[in-house]
């Protein structure tokens, strides 16, 4: 995490152009506190003269769910015709893994 700031930063500070950082955040109980790090880094820069701005999202769960790693055949219909895809043989040997 600590490493794709510093990117973002390195880029902005190379190219001499403002640094976006969306969905600011630390996730998971592991990371509870690294916040400390990861602020101070966006504030070091902003002392430096670089232009940052970061921003998170209003709420407590990520809203990215186990569908984005399903494949499109799979998706399509609703929740009750994913789940019978994904629960029928022979639909699912038609669709080997890639």
Known sequence: ??????????IGRQANIPVEISHFKIGGKQNWGRSRVTLAMIEKARRE????????YP??????????????????GGHDSVVYRLTTPDIRKRYPPK
């Open 1 to 10: 995490m600590e490493a794709a700031i510093d990117e973002a930063l390195a």
């Open 49 to 56: 003269g670089l232009e940052v701005t970061i921003d998170q």
């Open 59 to 76: 709420y407590t769960a990520s809203s990215t769910s186990l569908k984005t790693m399903l494949p499109d055949w799979a998706l399509s």
